[in-house]
């Protein structure tokens, strides 16, 4: 194929246009697709860029990859869980209990390098919109929000008013996403985010990190730290 008008800088980015053409079965079930030097160049970003996006999507099961032999896409894919974006709000309201939030905080800091990475943020100090909120039920903690949001990708986020609004409603209403990234955890709770969700020190919590990006760039990764008793259900589809 020849090269794209404009190049894929992000993996994600990478990842969306492998999937598109597996999709349109361009590349088949069982079908080897390019190697990581020639969708490179293809793409016109580094091959560190692919190699990142074609991880992801062995990790999926949407490709298969092997050592000297390459990638083909994967004859009979692995059923997968289907994550939704949920509303937090929505999903407390729906369990018959009052919704309630509290903003702690909501300012442009230096991302740390760990939400540097899953940004796509290049250069020390490079700067993001940091929230940090507890969204309650029936006046209780139910679930901590610690998020990032990156402003080349929703610069509106600025101007918003986090604290009439929360910001996984705000993204929702105003930063579409075509992909993400989710990595479920338990962890006991440290100090800071214990004293938030009204814990002991060190108890056993759900976290959930996630990472979704738009068109062209990530958008936002954030830490969503359960109490103790939270139940995730999705949907498996093959």
């Given at each position: ?20 053409r ?46 000297k ?25 729906d ?34 919109l ?33 604290t ?6 705000w993204?929702?209403?105003n930063?579409?996403y ?20 009204d ?40």
């Open positions: 194929m020849p090269p794209l008008a404009t190049s894929l800088n992000t993996w994600q980015s990478v990842q969306t246009e492998v999937l598109r597996i999709r349109a079965r361009i590349w088949k079930p069982g079908e080897p697709i390019p190697n990581e030097a020639d969708l490179a160049r293809e793409f016109g970003c580094a091959r560190t860029t692919v190699n990142r996006a074609l991880r992801a999507l062995a990790e999926s099961g949407i490709v298969e990859r092997k050592r032999s390459g990638t083909r896409v994967a004859l009979h894919p692995v059923g997968r869980a289907v994550f939704e974006i949920p509303l937090i709000r929505k999903e407390i309201e369990q018959g209990r009052r919704y309630g939030y509290t903003l702690v905080c909501a300012n442009e800091a230096a991302a740390p390098s760990r939400v540097a990475y899953a940004l796509g943020l290049k250069g020390d100090g490079t700067t993001a940091h929230v940090l909120a507890v969204h309650l039920a029936d006046g209780q903690p139910y679930v901590l929000e610690d998020r990032w949001i990156n402003l080349s990708a929703a610069p509106g986020a600025l101007r918003a008013d986090f009439a609004q929360s910001a996984n409603e993204l929702l209403e930063a579409p075509i992909g993400g990234e989710l990595v479920i955890s338990a962890a006991a709770c440290g100090e800071a985010e214990a004293a938030l969700l814990l002991k020190e060190a108890a056993p919590v759900l976290i959930l990190e996630r990472t979704t990006w738009g068109e062209n760039r990530p958008v936002t990764t954030v830490r969503l730290w359960y109490r103790p008793g939270h139940r995730l259900i999705s949907p498996l589809v093959s």
